[in-house]
């Protein structure tokens, strides 16, 4: 919108815009921060709820493979300890094992069936919860928060949200009970080596941690640097053009290269250091089975323990040192996870201050199309010093064309996001066919406008899709009606498929004079009873502005419509014109009568009219 008292908040359409936003997506996955707080966690449990069945089969095939795996351990003792006295005993153990094994087998691909739709059903509703939440926001909610920030939360943090559901929570909880069973079997076979195994964990875990969490840091290092570089690099390539006119091709590579090269620094630290780490690892893991691995067969020399029960004993060491090794990489995982669903949270907890009443009143039927504004003072929020209106009072009738006019930051914009109820007046009060708009559903209240604004916002699809925005059960007569009065049915039919052309993101593959008569069929099929027009023909050519300002005036029709301008040329033929100042009314009437009277408008007119003539 033209008017500076309105702060916009929504991502530009500047070119290369969409690759910043990517670029900014995909640095915010590589740095998400974690939260030790994992009760942020909860908030997913009404999602999970409402899949209990899915939950309920992950959870029992979850315990049959835990112990399914434990039982393979048990099955490999029989083996060793009763399978070798003769040919039959053999087969007859090795057909146990092979049962245990397919009971593994087929519990495991269960668990992983279950958890895995289980997990994608609970994104699925998350993504669509929060999406429509998003939509019921207000726009005083955005000028709180980046509209960039928002798309990272509804991306990158329900992506790593959907890696604990789908899969960290069922890894989990899988080595949690296998650390448990396994240290509990381990116990029953030979409570003297597993107390050995208990002092000897924290001297092979401990260090492994210490180096884990250098190579993280170092980790997290590199990421940085390189998310610089690769950030300068979309820079650079954005506006390759600018770069290649100031000859600026040697600087901008030597400014990627030195990023790169430090981030090929700290790379080489980080792989000095995994490599160190893997060497200790490797060395106290050995060391620490071999001395087990000593123990246990002084204990079969001695009697005291059979062959199979030293085999059964490795494996549930093995089990439960690889299921603590894992719990250490996916609680990582579980606090980052907590961390991408506080932020989640945050935006589902939101709540817009523009909503429905408890008990709406209804707008008058039929649409008379009335509006009034009685004392209205309103400033944006976060900037209460600069009210935009200051007791501003206007009435306009139905069927009425009234124009607003005056300088930049003179409240026009506003008034029409007023009337939108995109905010609320501080003081005073706006009626709409007699009805208060804060009494009023805003649904209800936005049914009867129709906007076409400077800046047509546009989508990707075809032009019939773009039109049927206004009015999604719109037919198709009345979409080729709608076009035809807006005088846009000529160059759409002129598309290689016409109506059903894709006319690509933010219908880039229009001009500026095809988009906004696109815009204002957009708007003539909604059958609104109010028009509003901001700048609507600003940024046209002569002659896209005399195509847009004829479908403009057949738009207005009997309908109560509201003009923004600044080309005064626009608003000669309003039925009133408003001058605005200062979020307040100072001049009311003709082009005629205003040029007389020596006020502001005849400042402008004579401003504007002469530049003209000059």
């Known amino acids: 919108m033209s008017d500076t008292t309105a702060t916009e908040t929504v991502a ?17 996955a590589a740095r998400r921060p974690k939260s030790r707080d994992v009760r942020n966690l909860g908030h997913l449990l009404p999602f999970v709820r409402a899949h209990w069945g899915y939950a309920a089969a992950a959870v029992f095939f979850l315990l049959f493979s835990t112990s399914a795996t434990l039982g393979v351990t048990g099955a490999a003792r029989l083996i060793v300890d009763k399978g070798f006295t003769s040919a039959e005993g053999l087969d007859r153990y090795f057909l146990v094992g092979a049962g245990v094994v397919s009971v593994l087998a087929l519990a495991t691909a269960m668990r992983f069936f279950f958890i895995t739709i289980l997990g994608e059903r609970v994104v699925a509703d998350l993504r669509k919860a929060i999406y429509r939440h998003v939509l019921s926001l ?7 928060i980046r509209t960039g920030e928002v798309l990272s939360r509804m991306t990158t943090d329900v992506t790593i949200v959907e890696n604990l559901v789908g899969s960290s929570a069922s890894i989990a909880l899988r080595n949690s009970l296998t650390m448990i069973g396994a240290t509990s079997y ?19 875990i401990a260090p492994m941690f210490l180096f884990g969490r250098r190579v993280r840091s170092l980790s997290t290092q590199a990421q940085d640097r390189f998310a610089d570089a ?21 600087a901008a590579d030597r400014r990627f290269g030195e990023a790169v090269e430090i981030a090929f620094g700290i ?15 490797i060395a106290l893991v050995f060391g620490g089975v071999g001395l087990l691995l000593w123990a246990a067969a002084h204990s079969v020399l001695a009697g005291t323990m059979t062959p199979g029960a030293l085999i059964q004993f490795v494996f549930l060491s093995v089990m439960a040192a690889t299921s603590v090794g894992a719990l250490g990489e996916v609680w990582g995982d579980i606090q980052k996870a907590a961390g991408a669903m506080q932020r989640i949270s945050e935006l589902l907890v939101a709540r817009p201050a523009i909503a429905a009443p408890a008990n709406p009143r209804p707008l008058p039927v039929p649409a ?6 009685e004392g209205v003072t309103f400033a944006y929020p976060g900037r209460p010093d600069l009210p935009a209106l200051q007791g501003f009072d206007l009435r306009v009738r139905p069927g009425e064309t009234v124009a607003l006019v005056g ?8 008034v029409l996001r007023l009337l939108l109820r995109f905010y609320d007046p501080q003081t005073g009060r706006i009626l709409m066919d007699g009805v208060d708009l804060k009494d009023a559903d805003p649904a209800e209240v936005r049914a009867r406008l129709a906007l076409v604004a400077q800046d047509a916002s546009l989508f990707s699809g075809s032009a019939l899709d773009n039109i049927r925005f206004g009015r999604e059960d719109a037919t198709l007569e009345e979409v080729k009606a709608a076009a035809r009065a807006a005088e846009a049915e000529a160059f759409i039919n002129a598309l ?22 696109l815009a204002i069929a957009r708007s003539l099929v909604r059958n609104a009873p109010i028009l509003l027009l901001d700048e609507a023909t600003s940024a046209l050519d002569a002659e896209n502005e005399r195509l847009v300002q004829k479908a403009l005036e057949g738009a207005m029709g009997d309908r109560t419509t509201l003009v923004i301008a600044h080309r005064l040329a626009t608003v000669l033929r309003a039925d009133r014109i408003v001058v605005m100042d200062e979020g307040r009314v100072v001049e009311e009437g003709t082009h005629a009568s205003l040029s007389k009277a020596g006020g502001l408008y005849a400042k402008l007119a004579k401003l504007q009219f002469g530049v003209e003539a000059a």
């Open 12 to 28: 530009d359409g500047r070119p290369g815009a969409g690759a910043a936003l990517a670029q900014s997506l995909s640095e915010a």
């Open 138 to 144: 207000d726009a005083a909610y955005f000028l709180k």
């Open 186 to 204: 381990m116990a029953f076979v030979s409570p003297r080596l597993t107390l050995f195994v208990m002092l000897l964990a924290p001297v092979v």
């Open 230 to 250: 690769v950030g300068y690099a979309g820079e650079s390539l954005d506006a390759l053009e600018t770069v290649q006119a100031f000859g600026r091709e040697a």
């Open 267 to 281: 790379s080489m630290r980080r792989i000095r250091a995994r490599a160190g780490m893997t060497a200790v690892v």
């Open 368 to 373: 008379r199309g009335e509006i009034a504004f």
């Open 407 to 414: 300088p930049s930051g003179a409240g026009k914009s506003t």
């Open 496 to 517: 290689p498929e016409g109506f059903d052309t894709p006319v690509g993101e933010r219908a880039k593959t229009l001009s500026g004079g095809q988009k906004q008569r």
